[in-house]
Protein backbone atom coordinates (compact mmCIF):
# COMPACT_ATOMS: atom_id res chain seq x y z
CA UNK A 1 0.00 0.00 0.00
CA UNK A 2 2.67 2.46 0.93
CA UNK A 3 4.13 1.66 -2.60
CA UNK A 4 1.15 2.43 -4.06
CA UNK A 5 0.62 5.42 -2.47
CA UNK A 6 4.28 7.22 -3.18
CA UNK A 7 3.93 5.77 -6.87
CA UNK A 8 0.60 7.93 -7.40
CA UNK A 9 2.39 10.89 -4.91
CA UNK A 10 5.49 10.68 -8.21
CA UNK A 11 2.76 10.73 -10.66
CA UNK A 12 0.37 13.62 -9.42
CA UNK A 13 3.73 15.28 -8.51
CA UNK A 14 4.39 14.89 -12.57
CA UNK A 15 1.35 16.44 -13.52
CA UNK A 16 1.23 19.12 -11.27
CA UNK A 17 4.79 19.88 -12.86
CA UNK A 18 3.21 19.57 -16.39
CA UNK A 19 0.72 21.13 -15.91
CA UNK A 20 2.37 24.38 -14.63
CA UNK A 21 4.75 24.10 -17.71
CA UNK A 22 1.74 24.19 -19.89
CA UNK A 23 0.26 26.74 -18.28
CA UNK A 24 3.14 29.14 -18.89
CA UNK A 25 4.21 28.28 -22.42
CA UNK A 26 0.88 29.30 -22.96
CA UNK A 27 1.66 33.33 -21.86
CA UNK A 28 4.90 32.82 -23.22
CA UNK A 29 5.72 32.26 -26.48
CA UNK A 30 9.00 32.48 -29.09
CA UNK A 31 8.99 33.32 -32.28
CA UNK A 32 12.11 31.76 -33.60
CA UNK A 33 15.33 33.37 -35.68
CA UNK A 34 14.81 33.14 -39.75
CA UNK A 35 10.58 32.75 -39.30
CA UNK A 36 8.85 34.41 -42.00
CA UNK A 37 6.19 37.19 -42.04
CA UNK A 38 4.37 38.25 -44.29
CA UNK A 39 3.92 42.28 -44.52
CA UNK A 40 2.29 44.48 -46.56
CA UNK A 41 3.46 48.16 -47.07
CA UNK A 42 2.02 51.00 -46.09
CA UNK A 43 3.77 53.98 -48.26
CA UNK A 44 5.59 53.69 -51.75
CA UNK A 45 9.33 54.01 -51.49
CA UNK A 46 12.35 53.80 -54.29
CA UNK A 47 15.88 54.08 -54.79
CA UNK A 48 15.05 57.78 -56.62
CA UNK A 49 13.74 58.99 -53.45
CA UNK A 50 14.76 57.25 -50.40
CA UNK A 51 17.65 58.17 -48.52
CA UNK A 52 19.61 56.21 -46.16
CA UNK A 53 18.11 56.44 -42.81
CA UNK A 54 14.66 56.99 -44.11
CA UNK A 55 11.52 55.08 -41.84
CA UNK A 56 9.36 52.94 -43.71
CA UNK A 57 6.43 51.07 -42.34
CA UNK A 58 4.65 47.88 -43.01
CA UNK A 59 1.71 46.25 -41.34
CA UNK A 60 0.59 42.58 -40.51
CA UNK A 61 -2.27 41.58 -42.95
CA UNK A 62 -3.34 38.63 -41.51
CA UNK A 63 -2.94 36.44 -37.95
CA UNK A 64 0.21 34.70 -37.37
CA UNK A 65 -0.03 31.77 -34.96
CA UNK A 66 2.21 29.70 -32.53
CA UNK A 67 0.36 26.65 -32.03
CA UNK A 68 -3.48 27.76 -30.52
CA UNK A 69 -1.79 31.12 -29.39
CA UNK A 70 -2.22 34.40 -31.64
CA UNK A 71 1.47 35.37 -31.83
CA UNK A 72 1.02 38.30 -34.05
CA UNK A 73 -2.52 39.74 -34.55
CA UNK A 74 -3.49 41.66 -37.58
CA UNK A 75 -3.14 44.80 -37.78
CA UNK A 76 0.07 44.71 -36.15
CA UNK A 77 2.82 47.76 -37.32
CA UNK A 78 6.29 46.77 -38.38
CA UNK A 79 8.44 50.12 -38.23
CA UNK A 80 12.13 49.29 -40.39
CA UNK A 81 14.69 52.33 -41.60
CA UNK A 82 16.31 51.99 -45.15
CA UNK A 83 19.89 50.33 -44.57
CA UNK A 84 21.16 50.76 -48.18
CA UNK A 85 20.24 52.32 -51.13
CA UNK A 86 22.10 51.38 -54.66
CA UNK A 87 21.62 53.27 -57.68
CA UNK A 88 21.07 52.01 -60.97
CA UNK A 89 23.91 51.36 -63.50
CA UNK A 90 24.87 49.94 -67.07
CA UNK A 91 23.60 46.00 -66.88
CA UNK A 92 21.30 46.47 -62.99
CA UNK A 93 18.37 47.74 -61.94
CA UNK A 94 18.34 49.96 -58.49
CA UNK A 95 17.95 48.00 -55.14
CA UNK A 96 17.13 48.97 -51.63
CA UNK A 97 17.59 47.19 -48.20
CA UNK A 98 15.65 47.55 -45.74
CA UNK A 99 16.10 46.53 -41.85
CA UNK A 100 13.01 46.00 -39.21
CA UNK A 101 13.18 46.92 -35.63
CA UNK A 102 9.86 47.53 -34.10
CA UNK A 103 6.95 45.57 -33.79
CA UNK A 104 3.45 47.68 -32.12
CA UNK A 105 0.55 45.47 -31.81
CA UNK A 106 -3.16 46.53 -32.29
CA UNK A 107 -3.25 46.78 -28.40
CA UNK A 108 -0.07 48.60 -27.90
CA UNK A 109 2.57 46.46 -27.04
CA UNK A 110 5.96 47.68 -28.14
CA UNK A 111 8.89 44.67 -28.98
CA UNK A 112 12.49 45.26 -30.53
CA UNK A 113 12.94 43.16 -33.18
CA UNK A 114 15.58 42.02 -35.73
CA UNK A 115 15.34 41.51 -39.43
CA UNK A 116 15.11 42.49 -43.07
CA UNK A 117 12.65 42.63 -45.86
CA UNK A 118 13.40 39.07 -47.99
CA UNK A 119 15.15 39.67 -51.52
CA UNK A 120 16.79 37.54 -53.79
CA UNK A 121 19.79 39.54 -54.04
CA UNK A 122 21.33 39.38 -50.23
CA UNK A 123 17.21 40.44 -48.84
CA UNK A 124 17.87 43.61 -51.83
CA UNK A 125 14.81 44.11 -52.98
CA UNK A 126 15.61 44.84 -56.95
CA UNK A 127 18.83 44.60 -58.10
CA UNK A 128 17.65 42.82 -61.61
CA UNK A 129 20.34 42.26 -64.34
CA UNK A 130 19.11 44.59 -67.31
CA UNK A 131 19.02 42.93 -71.10
CA UNK A 132 21.71 43.34 -73.27
CA UNK A 133 21.43 46.38 -75.89
CA UNK A 134 23.38 44.82 -78.83
CA UNK A 135 23.66 41.46 -80.45
CA UNK A 136 25.85 40.14 -83.07
CA UNK A 137 24.92 37.75 -86.08
CA UNK A 138 26.74 34.46 -85.28
CA UNK A 139 26.50 31.29 -87.77
CA UNK A 140 25.24 28.23 -86.84
CA UNK A 141 26.43 24.77 -88.22
CA UNK A 142 24.60 22.12 -88.19
CA UNK A 143 24.58 18.60 -90.10
CA UNK A 144 22.03 18.10 -93.05
CA UNK A 145 21.26 21.80 -93.00
CA UNK A 146 22.94 25.29 -94.40
CA UNK A 147 24.49 28.00 -91.74
CA UNK A 148 21.78 29.61 -90.06
CA UNK A 149 22.41 33.17 -88.35
CA UNK A 150 21.85 33.47 -84.51
CA UNK A 151 22.28 36.45 -82.60
CA UNK A 152 24.40 36.04 -79.49
CA UNK A 153 24.54 38.69 -76.81
CA UNK A 154 27.13 41.66 -76.71
CA UNK A 155 28.55 42.60 -73.03
CA UNK A 156 26.98 45.57 -73.35
CA UNK A 157 23.93 45.81 -71.26
CA UNK A 158 20.83 48.49 -70.80
CA UNK A 159 20.80 51.11 -68.48
CA UNK A 160 19.28 50.18 -65.07
CA UNK A 161 16.06 51.31 -63.85
CA UNK A 162 14.79 52.57 -60.44
CA UNK A 163 13.34 50.14 -58.11
CA UNK A 164 9.75 51.10 -56.92
CA UNK A 165 7.92 49.59 -54.04
CA UNK A 166 4.22 50.54 -54.25
CA UNK A 167 1.66 50.55 -51.38
CA UNK A 168 0.27 47.86 -51.00
CA UNK A 169 2.80 45.19 -51.99
CA UNK A 170 3.34 41.74 -49.86
CA UNK A 171 6.92 41.62 -48.68
CA UNK A 172 8.57 38.79 -46.59
CA UNK A 173 10.37 39.94 -43.20
CA UNK A 174 12.76 37.53 -41.81
CA UNK A 175 13.21 37.40 -38.65
CA UNK A 176 17.47 37.46 -37.22
CA UNK A 177 17.00 36.74 -33.69
CA UNK A 178 14.09 35.08 -31.70
CA UNK A 179 11.24 36.90 -30.14
CA UNK A 180 9.76 36.51 -26.70
CA UNK A 181 5.87 37.22 -26.95
CA UNK A 182 4.23 37.87 -24.04
Same mark, same amino acid.
Given at each position: MVKFLKIAAIILMCTIIQSTRIMAEDYIQKLRAGT =????? #?? $?? %? +? #?? #??? *?????? %???? +?????? &? #??? *????? *? =??? /?? $???? &??? /?GRDGAIKVYIYKMITPDKKVYKIKGHIYGENDNYIGGKQTPPTYYRKVPHYNKRMKPMLQAAPLNIYDMGKHTVVMPGSELFLILEEDIILK
Amino acid at each position: MVKFLKIAAIILMCTIIQSTRIMAEDYIQKLRAGT =FVKIM #TR $EE %F +S #TL #TAD *IGDEVT %FINT +SDMYVY &E #TNA *IPQGT *I =FYG /EV $EDVL &EPI /EGRDGAIKVYIYKMITPDKKVYKIKGHIYGENDNYIGGKQTPPTYYRKVPHYNKRMKPMLQAAPLNIYDMGKHTVVMPGSELFLILEEDIILK
